[in-house]
């Protein structure tokens, strides 16, 4: 009988030595549960080969050839990637609904005698108790902002805090982008469904007994948007504000982003855009300063002309309460090891 679960924390306790995502190559790659290895029973090809005999031609036909390549690939992935396993290893296995796929090879390891069970629903299951937790449900931590302008080394401090023992939730790193304009990186983001699933198991692991720190953004990191039930929790968050000074911000940024600062190419082509909001002698000088190779003075007019106005009219726009003030005069490693052990001391006051 398929195993049902109620709740994301019930899944994600499962408490199975492996899970496996019998899934196709593809459906793997755009979202899984945290943790699962992929053993297709059925490739990318396979899978639409399948699929079209299913409907251009006989559904008894489609089932019958989809077995016997379920049934050879299964045996494939038994005789090479899970051979090493001992009598007593218990897997959990899901497919896209809980069905052929995922139970046919349920059934051929319980034959071998390893205790293995299905996700009743599958992929969708697990899926729908994900929208429910970040969607729905009411979040059970409190969050607490850290917020600053552009350049204030806030990803730094986040992790600096974690190594102190803070619960934080990196929403950039999760979503593989550094949050600004100029903050892709050279790796694709996850799909909207993986960063939720990386987003999700993250929050369930934390104790909502304690605060959690989270950068400020805004709705919206790259093209991966918060979900709901996060982004209100960080729109009436309390605040912890990074003072620092504009020189100390620039020498940062330009070390920060000397990726995006040297390709003067993608530099234009994102900056262009620009001209409808602020203004085209604005946009003008930063063209200037590329074609010059001016780093610091273009990183500082961005600043003053952009990021800092953009910042302070979403900030007037949420009017989120203010917890604390941390000045930073410097951004190296010994001043964000104080203002780290400063923000870890706030956050644990009552």
């Known amino acids: 009988m398929a195993l049902t679960f109620e709740t994301l924390p019930d899944l994600y306790a499962h408490g199975f030595d492996t899970v496996i995502d019998v899934r196709s190559p593809a459906e793997f790659a755009e979202d899984r549960m945290p943790g699962a290895i992929n053993l297709p029973v059925l490739d990318n090809e396979e899978r639409a080969e399948v699929g079209t005999i299913y409907v251009q031609d006989s559904p008894f036909k489609a089932r019958k050839i989809g077995a016997a390549k379920v049934f050879r690939n299964a045996a494939r992935h038994i005789d090479e990637r899970l051979s090493h396993h001992e009598g007593g290893w218990r897997p959990l296995v899901y497919c896209w609904r809980g069905g052929q796929r995922s139970g046919s090879f349920t059934w051929m390891l319980q034959q071998i005698g390893w205790r293995a ?85 993250a929050l369930v692991r934390l104790d909502p007994t304690r605060p959690v720190l989270v950068e400020a953004e805004s709705n919206k990191i790259g093209q991966r948007i918060i979900p709901p039930v996060l982004w209100e929790a960080m729109k009436e968050a309390p605040r912890i504000e990074l003072q620092v000074p504009i020189e100390a911000r ?20 994102k900056l262009t855009p620009l001209r409808a909001h602020r203004g085209h002698a604005v946009v003008d000088g930063w063209m200037e300063r590329i074609a ?53 001391q706030i956050l644990t006051q009552p």
């Open 117 to 201: 069970e299905v996700v009743q629903g599958g992929y969708q299951t697990y899926r729908r108790l994900v929208h429910r937790y970040l969607y729905d449900d009411p979040l059970p931590h409190r969050v607490v902002l850290l917020d600053g302008y552009t350049g204030t080394a806030k990803t730094d401090l986040l992790a600096l805090v974690a190594d102190q023992g803070g619960q934080v939730l990196d929403l950039e790193g999760m979503a593989r982008h550094r949050g600004s304009l100029l903050g892709g990186l050279s790796d694709p983001q996850p799909s909207q469904k993986a960063f939720e699933s990386e987003l999700a198991a």
């Open 292 to 344: 010059e190779g001016d780093k610091p003075g273009l990183t500082q007019a961005l600043m003053q002309q952009h990021y800092d106005p953009a910042y302070d009219k979403s900030r007037r726009a949420i009017g989120a309460d203010q917890l604390a003030t941390v000045a930073v005069e410097a951004l190296d490693d010994g001043a964000l090891a104080k203002a780290a052990q400063r923000i870890t």
């Open 250 to 269: 620039c020498a940062y940024l330009v070390r920060a982003y000397d990726d995006i600062l040297s390709d003067a190419e993608t530099l234009r082509e």
